[in-house]
T-cell receptor, first 111, second 113 residues
Framework: DVKVTQSSRYLVKRTGEKVFLECVQDMDHENMFWYRQDPGLGLRLIYF???????EKGDIPEGYSVSREKKERFSLILESASTNQTSMYLCASSRTEIGYTFGSGTRLTVV | DQQVKQNSPSLSVQEGRISILNCDYT??????FLWYKKYPAEGPTFLISISSIKDKNEDGRFTVFLNKSAKHLSLHIVPSQPGDSAVYFCAVNSGGSNYKLTFGKGTLLTVNP
């Protein structure tokens, strides 16, 4: 069974902390994505990567960075967490548009 | 500027009846459209898709209709079941060969027994 695994289901961090969200896929997909889901706003793309060490900004990249050192791993970094980054974070990987597989999500709370 | 709009935040239907979820898009160059379903505390899962060269695609109880002239697609679920209760997201391929998807805000479907 193919999988996208996000390292934490729930995280609580303090304002100003550096936060790492990890995502690993076992499908050998080239493309990986980070979205956040907020009530009334749907899924919004933060960053994506179409190859190792390649990254592109999505629609809301401010306050975030990413790292992709290996094909299977895509990390989202909050350089200095703020309360408006409290959200559900979803990682996905794909080879085609119908092959978009999501992880179970990380519910991040910044206090 | 929303490229994909789901104007109904919620929809409630009775078990056994038809559920119709709607989605509008702005760019006539979009060529692939998808529906995803999301339960609470889980990631979205792919439900059904349609290419711009078609106007209808069926998969069991789920049918997606595409009206390119109106830039409108809809998802029909017949018959609706309580297990269909979830948030449904419409998505379009807006990233070409990078397969970047742009999602609508979602519609919460509640199917009442």
């Amino acid at each position: 069974d193919v999988k996208v695994t996000q390292s934490s289901r729930y995280l609580v961090k303090r304002t100003g902390e550096k936060v790492f969200l990890e995502c690993v896929q076992d499908m050998d997909h080239e493309n990986m994505f980070w979205y956040r889901q907020d009530p009334g706003l749907g899924l919004r793309l933060i960053y994506f990567s179409y190859d190792v060490k390649m990254k592109e900004k999505g629609d809301i990249p401010e306050g975030y960075s990413v790292s992709r050192e290996k094909k299977e791993r895509f990390s989202l970094i909050l350089e200095s967490a703020s309360t408006n980054q409290t959200s559900m974070y979803l990682c996905a990987s794909s080879r085609t548009e119908i092959g978009y597989t999501f992880g179970s999500g990380t519910r991040l709370t910044v206090v | 500027d929303q490229q994909v709009k789901q104007n109904s935040p919620s929809l409630s239907v009775q078990e056994g009846r038809i559920s119709i979820l709607n989605c509008d898009y702005t760019n006539s160059m979009f060529d692939y459209f998808l529906w995803y379903k999301k339960y609470p505390a889980e990631g979205p899962t792919f439900l059904i898709s349609i290419s711009s060269i078609k106007d209808k695609n069926e998969d069991g109880r789920f049918t997606v209709f595409l009206n390119k002239s109106a830039k409108h697609l809809s998802l029909h679920i017949v018959p609706s079941q309580p297990g269909d209760s979830a948030v449904y997201f419409c998505a379009v391929n807006s990233g070409g060969s990078n397969y970047k998807l742009t999602f609508g805000k979602g519609t919460l479907l509640t199917v009442n027994p």
